[in-house]
Nanobody, 116 residues
Framework: QVQLVESGGGLVQPGGSLRLSCVASGFTFSLYDMSWYRQAPGKERELVAA????????QYADSVKGRFTISRDNAKNTVYLQMNSLKPEDTAVYYC?????????WGQGTQVTVSS
């Protein structure tokens, strides 16, 4: 059974940091491109950061460049999103995504709220 389980969300003050984790199971993690998306209330889901299966290539939304870092540990079947200098506009549900040659999988999401 395929699972993507996100953790690490929560309430943080502006300027603070959070580290999201997504643990994968049920598929060959190292063969999948991994991404983080987010969806704020009333808005469409958007790509935040992505990393190729090999870990060598990354992509970021302009709004998070220089503040967020995606990484992965293929030995632990885990992808991370380090979020620094958080802003209120980063408030959203963050989803882990795994895209393979045939299938795409989604996690259930973790809430990130940036507020004073």
């Amino acid at each position: 059974q395929v699972q993507l389980v996100e953790s690490g969300g929560g309430l943080v003050q502006p300027g603070g940091s959070l580290r999201l984790s997504c643990v994968a199971s049920g598929f060959t993690f190292s063969l999948y491109d991994m991404s983080w998306y987010r969806q704020a209330p009333g808005k469409e889901r958007e790509l935040v950061a992505a990393m190729r299966d090999s870990g060598g290539s990354t992509q970021y939304a302009d709004s998070v460049k220089g503040r967020f870092t995606i990484s992965r540990d293929n030995a632990k079947n885990t992808v991370y999103l380090q979020m620094n200098s958080l802003k209120p506009e980063d408030t959203a549900v963050y989803y882990c995504n795994a895209r393979g040659p045939i299938r795409t999988y989604w996690g259930q999401g973790t809430q990130v709220t940036v507020s004073s």
